[in-house]
């Protein structure tokens, strides 16, 4: 190639940076799914969806080994059983490949069974540092139509934390006396160390009202309220991404690195719970997530 052919240094050095800077997207996708923080499901319709995307660039076999327990044999005999070459692109499959991946997702990973009907019992949960308070706070504000349930917590306040209004305060005896006398609806011990607890009375008052009422609890509750309470809806908060995830939970500054490090341990285990839900919600900005919850609770 001649001096006139080559194509100028600039050029040379801005593609070398798109082609990092699309690794990296690609990579931080990959990651994203083995942590659960995206679907298979939603990362191969993100692909069919715009072709240029970093999604769309990625390897059917990367793809395949990005998720949860698959590793390079097992992802060799998958592609051989559904007929696809292992050097499609997500992008580039054709519709018949994309209908048998397609199948064989909704059967390895399957998804939340539509709902018929709401509830007027809606509860929010998701992963630590997620922001479910600041959604629920912003639901609060700006829905007063929902009753937003003011749990009990033995852990001591936070910063800017209100008695009665973000929590209940109280020790672990006044909280073995609320669980003994059945006050409760449900009740956990939350990162193995604090304990969270809903009171049943004013949830009841305001369901005999007719009004709707939001939980904002963790994992362990939001299973204890679908046994006791079925027809409950139940709505996971999801992160935009992990990175993201644990950019909050440092940027919170309210634990130290080994309660962040278990924290996040936690996280891991209840992202991979999120099928259990009936709806999943992204909070990528909280005045949208937080329309969504509520559109959700009518």
Do not use: C
Not at 21 to 37: F, I, Y
Not at 119 to 148: C, N, Y
Not at 273 to 289: G, H, L, P
């Amino acid at each position: 190639m001649t001096d006139k052919q080559r194509p100028p240094e600039v050029d040379r050095v801005a593609a070398s940076r798109r082609a990092v800077a699309a690794r990296r997207e690609r990579a931080a996708l990959k990651h994203d799914v083995g942590m659960r923080v995206i679907t298979p499901q939603e990362l191969l319709r993100r692909a069919q969806e715009n072709p240029d995307s970093p999604a769309a660039a990625m390897r059917i076999t990367e793809y395949l080994t990005a998720l949860p327990a698959i590793g390079e044999s097992k992802r060799d005999r998958i592609l051989a059983d559904l007929g696809i070459s292992p050097v499609k692109r997500l992008g580039g499959l054709g519709a018949r490949q994309r209908a048998v991946l397609a199948e064989w997702l909704d059967e390895r990973f399957p998804q939340p069974a539509a709902r018929s009907g709401r509830s007027r019992l809606v509860v929010l949960a998701g992963p630590t540092a997620v922001g479910k308070g600041t959604v629920a706070a912003h639901i609060r504000a700006h829905h007063p139509e929902i009753l937003l349930s003011v749990s009990a917590t033995t852990r001591a306040p936070r910063p800017g934390e209100v008695e009665g209004e973000h929590y209940y305060f109280v020790d672990d005896t006044e909280f073995d006396r609320l669980i003994a006398s059945g006050e409760l609806l449900e009740h956990a011990t939350v990162h193995n160390k604090f304990r969270y607890g809903t009171p049943k009375a004013p949830i009841d008052r305001a369901l005999a009202e007719g009004r709707t009422v939001l939980l904002e609890i963790d994992l362990q509750g939001a299973r204890q309220v679908r046994a006791a309470a079925p027809d409950a809806t139940l709505v996971f908060l999801l992160p935009p991404s992990w990175d993201e995830l644990v950019q909050r939970l440092v940027g919170r500054g309210t634990e130290d690195a080994e309660e962040r490090a278990r924290r996040l341990r936690t996280a891991k285990h209840e992202l991979a719970s999120q099928s259990e839900f009936d709806y999943r919600v992204v909070n990528d900005e909280v005045a949208r997530a937080a329309a969504e919850v509520a559109a959700l609770a009518r």
